[in-house]
C-alpha cells in the first residue's frame, strides 16, 4: 500500500502533523470542539494530539489548501470539498449561504474530513479475468471500500499489462491526481486523463479526439452519466466504471443504476466490501442474479421500464456522443431489452 500524504501534512497545525507523521490512516476528522480523530479500518481512533479544533483552525487549513487564494476556495467549496496534490479530498461542513447570483456558498465551517488517497499495487487483480475478456466492468461497494483504488490500478493494468488506450475521466482529480499534466498515481503509460470536466462532457471530448479502447471512470450518480456511457458503448469503445452500492442486489434496487440493468450495458460486476477487498461476481452468480431481476421487471414493470422508458425519451432529445467523424445518437443506437 502506497500513500504519499505530505501535501495533507503541510496544511495542518504542526502538533497535529507531527502526531499524524507516521501513521496511515484512510481518513483524518476535524470537528469544532471535538478531539481530532483518524479513520482507519472503519473506526474513528483520537489522534491524541495537543491541538483545539476551532472554526478559526479550520479555516486556515482550507485557506492553505487553497494556496490562501479566496477565489480556489470559493470555487471548490462549491461543489463542497477541496482537492489536494496526490489526489487527497477535504470534505466541509459548515453553514450555507446563497449568494447574489443564486450559489450556494458554505461559512462557519464546522467540520472537515481528509480522505486520503493511496496506490495498491496489484489491487485490481480480482477483476483481471474480465478485463482480459475485453467485458464492460462496473465495480461496486459502499464509501470507503476501495472502489476508486481497485478502479484506478485496473486503468493501470489495462494500459500497462493489456496495452489497450484508455481515457479517463477524472472529474475530481482523485484517479490520477494529475498536477501539471503529469498523473501523480500510476495509471499507465497509455493513459489520457481529463480532470475537472463533468463525466458526460468529458466522455464526449475524449471519444471524439483521444480515440480510446477504454473509458474510465470513478462513481456514477446521474441518469446523465448512465445515457453517456450507453452512448459510448454504441460507439464501441469499452467502459469501466464504480457505482455506490453495498451488494449486487442493492445495486439493482437504485433507480439510476436500473436504467443500466435495463441497457445489459455492464457485462461483469466486481463487489469491494468494506474490509477492502474485491471480489468478481462468478458468471453464474452473474447470470443468475441479471435473470431473476429480468423476471421481476417484466412481470410488473415497474421502476426498471419506466427508467429505460425515460431514457429513451431524453436520448431522443438529442443527447449525442461523437464516435470519430460520425455522430451517434443514443436514442437511434439504443434498442429496448
Known sequence: MICHYESVLRILPPPLAAA????????IRLRCGQAPTVLQGGVEIPVGAPVSVNAELLNNIVMAAGR?????VQEQLANGFLSLPG?????VCGSAVRGKEGTTMLCALSSLSIRLAREVPLAARPVLRALQAGKNLLILGPPGSGKTTVLRDAIRMLSDELGQRVGVCDERGEIAACASGMPQHAVGKMTDVLTGFP????????????TPQWVALDEITRQADA????SVSDCGVRVLATAHAFSFSDFQKRPVYQMLLAQGLFEAFAVCSSDRTCRLLTEKEFADATSAWNS???RGGGDA?????FQQSEALRGAAVVCGDSQI?????????
Open 20 to 27: 499524524l507523521e507516521n501513521r496511515q490512516p484512510d481518513e
Open 68 to 72: 490562501q487564494s479566496i477565489y480556489t
Open 87 to 91: 489526489g487527497h479530498r477535504i470534505g
Open 199 to 210: 463525466k458526460q462532457e468529458a466522455l464526449e471530448m475524449l471519444v471524439r479526439t483521444m
Open 227 to 230: 445515457m453517456a456511457l450507453r
Open 296 to 298: 421481476h421487471a417484466m
Open 305 to 309: 421500464r419506466r427508467a429505460w422508458d
Open 329 to 337: 445518437h443514443a436514442g437511434r443506437a439504443a434498442a429496448a431489452p
